[in-house]
């Protein structure tokens, strides 16, 4: 029997009455572009990260665009980016003219290296020719980045943090949780992540009410006091009705019990690959992952692809996050920078291997991944 990466069949056969009923609702109801469904769950969001504003948004990548076209930030601006990401991350800043980035991570949290950071914010002043605005700490895997490292290193240089949260919401660090770490914080609510909707979706957070606001404003076209009245060049960037009621279900299921389940599952995976030879994810001491993958890192020498193969002739799949780092994508030819080789970020694209993990997995799925490993 296949084993699902992800299984959302099987997450929808356990919340299919509360879900059905809530797309039920708004087909009713005919109100399909924000209204109620949508703030009530923004602010049911906002509660459950501890912030003081959610803007929801259509995707994970016009959070971050929202996050910097509020604070201003275009040609001539360096944001910081780890090499070791999704496209996205670089993508956003680079469509608005800035110039990302791109640092090296850590070998084992996957998450850009604090030490790294520092470094290239001083090279990039000492050369002179961008001014160091913002960095996104991206949360990898479903881990929060380093924050008290990155906050203290952000402050002394007077930048801005941007939460690139969309793997991780449902994470946290010492109790505080992911997307109330950056100045302004991010996630997405693709199919596939920590909390995600049946299409696409996303949203921001911060607790200041002027970049709530211009990120509102933004979001429908640069509004202002109405639709009609456009005081700014926008986006159009809304999450509709339907994707807002069913987050509103799965949103209550990932409080009560996804979200403990799927670290049991990882937990299962930690003590069964001990010992394995592969290098298991790193959780350090106050972290609480949301778990959006599940990555190890396969010994030196062994073919990843052959691995594969033969975990596929199992009915197990697999998926490499990331097969190459930022600074190998064409797209960014030119466009972003780097002032160091970026190892770790090079090696980990070369044995990273992520194994199916979701909430609804079974001991007995995950000793047949183990076996087949």
């Not at 800043?93 to 791109?102: E, F, K, S």
């Not at 001014?131 to 801005?160: E, H, M, S, T």
């Not at 509004?223 to 159009?236: E, F, L, P, Q, T």
């Not at 009560?256 to 799927?262: G, R, V």
Request: aromatic share 10%.
């Amino acid at each position: 029997m296949m084993i699902q990466f992800r299984d959302l069949q099987r997450q929808y056969a356990a919340l299919k009455p509360d879900i059905d009923d809530a797309i039920a609702r708004v087909c009713a109801s005919a109100h399909f572009i924000g209204g109620d469904e949508v703030s009530a769950l923004e602010g049911e969001l906002a509660d459950f990260v501890g912030a003081t504003h959610c803007v929801s948004c259509a995707n994970g990548t016009d959070a971050l665009s929202l996050a910097l076209m509020a604070w201003g930030i275009g040609p001539g601006d360096a944001v910081f980016v780890p090499d070791f990401t999704f496209f996205a991350t670089a993508e956003a800043p680079a469509h608005i003219g800035a110039t990302p980035v791109l640092v090296d991570v850590g070998a084992q949290t996957y998450n850009i290296d604090p030490q790294k950071l520092e470094q290239a914010i001083q090279a990039v002043i000492e050369e002179g020719s961008l001014v160091p605005k913002v960095v996104v700490a991206v949360d990898l895997f479903g881990l929060p980045a380093d924050y008290p490292a990155i906050r203290c290193i952000c402050n002394n240089y007077g930048l801005l943090i941007l939460e690139d949260a969309a793997q991780a919401f449902g994470g946290s660090y010492k109790g505080q949780r992911a997307c109330s770490f950056g100045d302004i914080s991010t996630t997405s609510f693709f199919p596939a992540k920590p909390l995600g909707c049946y299409g696409d979706g996303g949203a921001v957070f911060t607790d200041n009410d002027e970049w709530a606001s211009l990120m509102r404003s933004y979001a429908v076209h640069g509004k202002g006091s109405m639709k009609y009245d456009n005081v700014r060049v926008g986006i159009n960037s809304r999450l509709d009705a339907v994707q807002a009621a069913i987050l509103r279900v799965k949103l209550a299921a990932f409080k009560d019990h996804e979200l403990d389940a799927i670290n049991k599952a990882a937990d299962y995976y930690h003590a069964s690959l001990e010992g394995s030879g592969c290098g298991l994810p790193v959780v350090p001491a106050g972290y609480y992952s949301s778990w959006a993958q599940y990555t190890v890192r396969l010994p030196k020498g062994v073919d990843r692809d052959a691995v594969q193969e033969r975990l596929k002739g199992q009915g197990i799949p697999t998926m490499v996050y990331y097969p190459k780092p930022l600074h190998q994508q064409p797209a960014l030819k030119g466009v972003a920078r780097r002032f160091d080789d970026n190892e770790a970020s090079s090696a980990l694209c070369q044995t990273v291997l992520s194994l199916p993990i979701h909430p609804y997995l079974e001991k007995g799925e995950m000793d047949r991944v183990v076996s087949g490993l």
